[in-house]
């Protein structure tokens, strides 16, 4: 099929097993609109693939076939179709996950009889309809909400969707993950309404909290501290700074009937706590799920020392055979120089500490096995002794 050719420098050989192509490594692009379908081939005209081409950011092409067919409605069907085939049945799951599913820029969610769809990319979000009804084919009959990121949009140059797609569906929904329910109201909130690769880590913790006093850092809507509640907790601390997550929070807990239990500071996490540990507090139960402190490469060395902050400050709360899960979602921070950053956090804390477990994002993320980006949630189970 024609469409417009982009070709590869000679020596930029990474897109044979790598989706992404950077501005760098084109050697020259036809005549192509924006988020339009390019084939691209190597320095020897050798087919590498098609993805949709953008001239505006510097990742510029994400490789979405190496075979040679069209990017259609029909291209859209069989993938999506692919991707929640893999999965199980549930009321809530991520169905389709981006390079791990082999639709870069593309992330669906479901929650109940809705799915979230965010487009990271122009010619993601030039094929949304497509995407909307390959969802339907794939998923049922589900009402398709557009929520794409604000920054995503900025960077590729389309306007973020914010809404209904093709026609209107329920204000908010009741979803389920084990034993805990969760409200998601659509169009608010981070993400897709969820943070969904956490699923099997807040399962996690459900099974550690029984009689522990527990403490959510970074709590967003009170996922962690719930299922804590839920699995027999004494009390759960929620540390939180945005005003629409604790809204999220009040309402979470008080739909599991853990309000009274639960106590929400809105504030600073690094702030809190170090006061938390002037006050002489101890929690049976320490959960850390920052936001990614290196979203750059540079910014590495300053995400280490938020990460060895945190560690540390938690590492003090500990109670005497309690249990920390601390989490990087930073793609660039490897598992090593996560686990690095725990032991120089302990060494300083003086505190004695068990690996457990080593945990990582939701089964329903794929990873790549050579596309190390695809994994980036990593956390440690940490049990003090
Ligand atoms: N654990 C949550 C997801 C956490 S996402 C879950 O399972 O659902 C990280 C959260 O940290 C976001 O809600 C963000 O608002 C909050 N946050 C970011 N910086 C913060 C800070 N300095 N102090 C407190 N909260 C912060």
């Known amino acids: 099929m024609a469409s417009p050719v982009l070709r590869l420098k000679r020596g930029r050989d990474r897109p044979h097993w790598h989706p992404w192509i950077f501005k760098g490594d084109v050697a020259n692009v036809g005549d192509v609109a924006p988020g339009a379908a390019v084939t691209v081939i190597d320095a020897d005209s050798r087919f590498v693939g098609r993805g949709f081409f ?54 669906a969610d479901r929650y109940g009889a809705v799915v979230v769809v965010q487009c990271l990319t122009l010619g993601m979000a030039n094929a949304r309809e497509a995407v909307a009804a390959a969802l339907r084919t794939a ?3 589900v009402a398709v909400f557009g929520m794409d990121d604000p920054v995503a949009a900025r960077l590729e140059g389309f306007a973020p969707a914010r809404g209904w797609l093709d026609r209107p569906g329920p204000a908010s929904a009741v979803v389920h993950e084990g034993p805990v329910a969760f409200r998601v109201t659509f169009g608010m909130g981070h993400k897709t309404g969820l ?4 699923r099997e880590n807040r399962l996690l913790a459900g099974r550690l909290a029984a009689g ?39 309402e979470n807990l008080a739909l599991n009937d853990a309000a009274e239990r639960a106590r929400i500071v809105d504030g600073n996490a690094f702030d809190v706590l170090r006061q938390l540990q002037r006050d002489g507090r101890r929690f049976g139960l320490i959960v850390l799920d920052p936001p990614p402190f290196a979203r750059r490469r540079e910014a590495l060395d300053a995400a280490a020392r938020g990460y060895k902050d945190i560690n540390l400050r938690a590492m003090r709360l500990l109670a005497p055979g309690g249990w920390l899960l601390t989490f990087s979602c930073s793609h660039h921070v490897s598992d090593a120089a996560f686990e690095e950053v725990c032991r120089d956090a302990a060494a300083d804390a003086g505190v004695t500490l068990r690996v457990v477990e080593r945990l990582s994002q939701s089964a ?19 049990e003090a002794v």
């Open 54 to 107: 953008n001239p505006r950011p510097t990742l510029c092409c994400r490789l979405l076939t190496r075979d040679d067919e069209a990017l259609d409605a029909d291209f859209f069907r069989r993938r999506v179709g692919a991707a929640v085939a893999r999965r199980a049945e549930a009321d809530l799951a991520r169905l389709v996950w981006s390079e791990g599913d082999g639709l870069p820029g593309l992330v």
């Open 139 to 141: 998923a049922g009959d």
């Open 195 to 198: 943070y969904l690769d956490q």
């Open 212 to 250: 522990v006093e527990a403490l959510d850092v970074f709590a967003y809507t009170a996922g962690f501290a719930c299922h804590a509640l839920r699995g027999g907790a004494a009390g759960a601390l929620c540390l939180e700074s945005s005003p629409e997550a604790i809204a999220g929070a009040r």
């Open 364 to 382: 329903d993320h794929p990873v790549l096995l050579t596309v190390p980006e695809t994994r980036y949630l990593k956390g440690l189970l940490l």
